[in-house]
């Protein structure tokens, strides 16, 4: 069902995100008839580009993000026949005018901001004061959503004075990957799961985001981030709040919103014990190190890190999050482990009878409950753990479509003026006021990050860490 008409002003249009994601999106969308004939999109950037010089950008940026089985030739000149673009200096006068000229009042209007924090205040100044956002435009707006929470206050400030909340779409990319809405379908639309879903009958949680690749390339921005604030405090904190929220009255933005805000200002502080850093050393590829371009950084790459929640709900049970870069596998997973039977009928050496269910994002994207039952044959009474297992992949089909990606959904919904995906200002805060205490002491202390090896599950500590209270990570080989 296509969206109603709209005019996507992409400022950014020339940048890394724009190519990889936001593009390639929006050219999914039109191939599966869901963007208007009369939709527009039109990219700004500071460059001087000609509407050629930026179609062809557009066109390259299908080429190599867009699979295959999705480009025809007359598709691609009908998108961007579709596409335009206007040169636009964030800070002074040039390309107002003309985008005030360009763009449709009787349409949606979205204006995507794919830059540098820095500019998003400017940028937001001069839609207001040239006339050119109104009422009913809506504003995207990229992370890094500050680096802490002073710079994410006023970030917040900046955008208020010229938009209202309501028209203000933070994203998270997480948050529109379709295993994450269904960690929302599974835990509220069965029955099966909420008379479990606590400390009652969950051991931990295990949230893991393992990526093989590294940071070369955009090494010195990441060096000043490092897997706390590019990974954390958004990624990996919405799928804590998604797993631990309270289930909200209603699907709706902010039913939904004051629930996740409601688990992040549970979190206890994490003492120092209780977190584990570290930097992948050479080998086969260059290390953090050389890939930050920075002999000295203490930078974390990796991070491992017990949390917990202190609230009726989870006060005994922890969430143990991992993630980092350069690690054996590409791997997305929540696991909510519960606790073995109160007690056995049958000898515990014949295994294990604790259930878990493992919610996987990527890749092969789907959901196992992994159940005890007696192992087949004449054997004697030996349990084994199976999973009863839905891959999403299965589940569409042989013919079925290719799952979309984030951002496709995401986009969608800033059209159709829906936030429930979308992190509000309160929210981010609270996020970075949990986060900048942990930072904070690191750098009082100048911890240095552990070195673990490439291709590898991490550093020993955070084996040790989960060791000490008697438990281990999935493995992730
Ligand atoms: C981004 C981070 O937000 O998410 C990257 O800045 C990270 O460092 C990426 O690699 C992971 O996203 P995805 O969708 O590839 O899992």
């Known amino acids: 069902i296509p969206v109603d008409p709209f005019d996507l002003v992409l400022f950014g249009a020339t940048g890394d995100l724009a190519k990889r994601k936001i593009l390639p999106s929006l050219y999914r969308r039109f191939t599966a008839g869901q963007m208007p004939t009369d939709a527009r999109v039109i990219g700004a950037a500071r460059s001087e580009l000609s509407q050629d010089e930026f179609h062809t950008l557009v066109r390259d940026a299908i080429e190599a993000y867009v699979s295959d089985t999705m480009k025809d030739a ?44 820095a500019i998003f205040g400017p940028l937001a100044e001069k839609l207001r004061s040239h006339g050119i956002a109104c009422e009913n435009s809506r504003l995207v707006v990229e992370k890094p959503f500050g680096i802490d929470l002073e710079t994410a206050k006023k970030l917040n400030d900046d955008l208020a004075a010229s938009f209202h909340e309501t028209q203000i779409y933070r994203i ?77 009255a209603a699907f709706d933005p902010d039913r939904l919103r004051d629930e996740k805000l409601k688990v992040i ?63 054996s596998k590409r791997m997305s997973e929540i696991v909510v482990q519960f606790k073995e039977t109160p007690h056995s009928i049958f000898d515990r050496d014949e295994g294990s009878t604790a259930n878990a269910l493992t919610i996987r994002l990527q890749p092969d994207e789907g959901m196992d409950l992994s159940v005890t039952i007696k192992e087949p044959g004449p054997g004697g009474m030996r349990l084994v753990n199976v999973p009863l297992d839905m891959s999403f992949a299965d589940a569409l089909g042989p013919d079925g479509e290719e799952i979309p990606d984030a951002y496709e959904r995401l986009i969608m919904d800033v059209i159709r003026g829906n936030q429930t995906l979308f992190m509000r200002g309160d929210e981010v805060e ?46 992730l080989e």
């Open 74 to 117: 007359a598709t691609i000149d009908a998108f961007i026949a579709q596409c335009s673009y206007i040169a636009i200096d964030a800070k002074g006068e040039g390309g107002w005018e003309e985008l005030k000229t360009s763009v449709r009042d009787e349409v949606v209007k979205a204006f995507y901001f794919s830059v540098a924090p």
């Open 172 to 248: 998270d990319h997480f948050l529109g990957k379709e295993t994450v809405q269904n960690l929302m379908a599974v835990r509220f639309a069965n029955v099966l799961f909420e008379p479990l879903w606590n400390e009652r009958y969950i051991d931990h949680v295990q949230i893991t985001v393992a990526e093989t690749v590294g940071v070369g390339g955009r090494g010195s921005y990441y060096d000043k981030s490092g897997a706390m604030r590019d990974m954390v405090q958004n990624h990996l904190m919405q799928l804590l709040c998604l797993t631990a929220m309270e289930p909200p």
């Open 265 to 327: 200002r549970a979190l206890d502080p994490v003492a120092p014990k209780n977190i584990v850093r570290g930097q992948y050393k050479a080998g086969p590829d260059p290390s953090y190190l050389e890939d930050a371009e920075n002999p000295d950084s203490k930078t974390e790459c990796y991070i491992a890190m017990k949390v917990c929640i202190s609230n009726w709900r989870w006060k005994h049970t922890p969430f143990y999050l991992r993630t980092g870069k350069r690690m």
């Open 430 to 475: 609270a996020a970075w006021a949990w986060t900048d205490p942990i930072i904070d002491a690191w750098e009082a202390r100048g911890d240095k990050p552990q070195p673990y090896a490439q291709g590898s599950s991490g550093p020993e500590e955070a084996l040790a860490m989960m060791l000490r209270d008697g438990r281990r990570w999935r493995d």
